[in-house]
C-alpha cells in the first residue's frame, strides 16, 4: 500500500489558515502542493507539541505523515532554506492561537478523523527518486518450503544496489525492535565479509547536502570521501533466513546513533554500506536516504 494523504483542507481555521504564496517562486510551482500539505501538518504539529492534542498514535502519525510532505517538496524542487523557512512559519502560526480556541479545536478533530485509521494500516511503501522504503509494523513470516521460517523481520528495508563489482541480495534497514540499522548480503565466491561501515555525509564537514544536478542516479549522489563520515557495524553474524532469502550471507547491525543520522539527512541524499573482506578489495552498496524518518515514524505510529 502506497502512503497516503489523510489530512488535506485546513483553511478555515483563520490564523492557522494556509498561508497563499509559500512557494511564491514560478520555478518552483510544481512543488507547491507537498510544500502546502507540510506546511498544514507542521502548524498541527506544533499546536500539539505544545497543547498536546493527539493520542501517541495520533502524533506518530502525523510526524510521518508530516516528514514525508517534505521529503516530497524536496524532491519536486522544493530549497532546503525554503524549507525550513516554511517550518519556522508553521510554527509561528501555531504559536499565535490558544489552545482552546474554537478554530484549533475543529482543525485538531479534522486530524483525529482523517488518522483515524492511519495506526491500523500494517504496511506502507514509501517511495524516492531510485528506490522505495518498505515499512511493514505487522511483518508475517516469510515461508519456505511450505513452512514459516522463525526470526527477526525487516520492519523497514530498503533493497541496495552494488556499486561497481558486487553479486547478490543486499538489504538495509530496521529489524526486531526497530531501534537500529542492520544490513543482510547475499553471500558471494571467497570468504565472508569481516566488517561493514555506513558511510553518509557529515554534517560538520559539509553542512548542505551533496546533490549534484549533472547526475541523476544514485552513485551521483553518494558524497564525496573528503566531506563523509563512517559508523563501523558494532555486530555480525550469519544472516537468518527470515531477513535474507536463502539465509546464505552475513547480517551486520549498526548502533542505534546511525538511526539518527539517518534521519537528520536530507531525502534526496544517498549513503553506502561498505564490505570489508579479507581476501579482496572491498564492496560498496548505495542506498536513498528517501523517507527513512518518514518510514521509522509510521512504525512508532501503530497500536
Known amino acids: 500500500m502506497r502512503a497516503l494523504a489523510p489530512m488535506r483542507a485546513l483553511a478555515p481555521m483563520g490564523a492557522l489558515a494556509l498561508a497563499a504564496g509559500l512557494c511564491a517562486a514560478p520555478a518552483l510551482a510544481h512543488a507547491a502542493g507537498a510544500a502546502d500539505l507540510y506546511y498544514e501538518r507542521a502548524v498541527m504539529r506544533a499546536a500539539d507539541a505544545r497543547c498536546r492534542l493527539f493520542a501517541p498514535e495520533i502524533s506518530a502519525a502525523l510526524a510521518a505523515s508530516s516528514l514525508q510532505a517534505r521529503g516530497a517538496a524536496l524532491r519536486a524542487g522544493a530549497g532546503e532554506s525554503a524549507m525550513d523557512a516554511t517550518s519556522r512559519r508553521a510554527e509561528g502560526a501555531a504559536e499565535r492561537v490558544g489552545c482552546a480556541a474554537p478554530d484549533l479545536t475543529i482543525a485538531a478533530d479534522r486530524v483525529r478523523k482523517a488518522f483515524a485509521g492511519y495506526a491500523r494500516i500494517s504496511a506502507m511503501s ?167 524518518a518518514a518510514g521509522r515514524a509510521f512504525l512508532r505510529a501503530g497500536r
Open 126 to 292: 514509501f517511495p524516492g527518486e531510485f528506490s522505495a522504503w518498505q515499512a511493514d509494523r505487522n511483518p508475517v513470516a516469510p515461508v519456505v518450503n511450505r513452512k514459516a521460517v522463525e526470526g527477526p523481520r525487516w520492519r523497514l528495508s530498503q533493497p541496495g544496489r552494488w556499486d561497481g563489482p558486487g553479486s547478490g541480495t543486499v538489504l538495509f534497514g530496521l529489524a526486531g525492535d526497530n531501534a537500529a540499522p542492520a544490513v543482510a548480503s547475499g553471500a558471494s565466491a571467497g570468504a565472508a565479509p569481516s566488517s561493514a561501515f555506513l558511510i553518509l555525509r557529515d554534517p560538520g564537514k559539509a553542512g548542505a547536502p551533496y546533490i549534484d544536478p549533472r547526475r541523476h542516479d544514485l552513485a551521483g549522489r553518494a558524497p564525496p570521501a573528503n566531506i563523509t563520515r563512517a559508523l563501523i557495524a558494532d555486530a555480525r553474524q550469519a544472516a537468518p533466513a527470515s531477513l535474507l532469502p536463502g539465509g546464505k550471507g552475513m547480517l551486520f547491525g549498526f548502533p542505534p546513533a546511525a538511526a539518527q543520522a539517518l534521519e537528520g539527512l536530507d531525502p534526496r541524499e544517498v549513503v553506502a554500506v561498505e564490505f570489508v573482506y579479507p581476501d579482496r578489495p572491498s564492496q560498496r552498496a548505495l542506498f536513498e536516504v528517501g523517507d527513512f
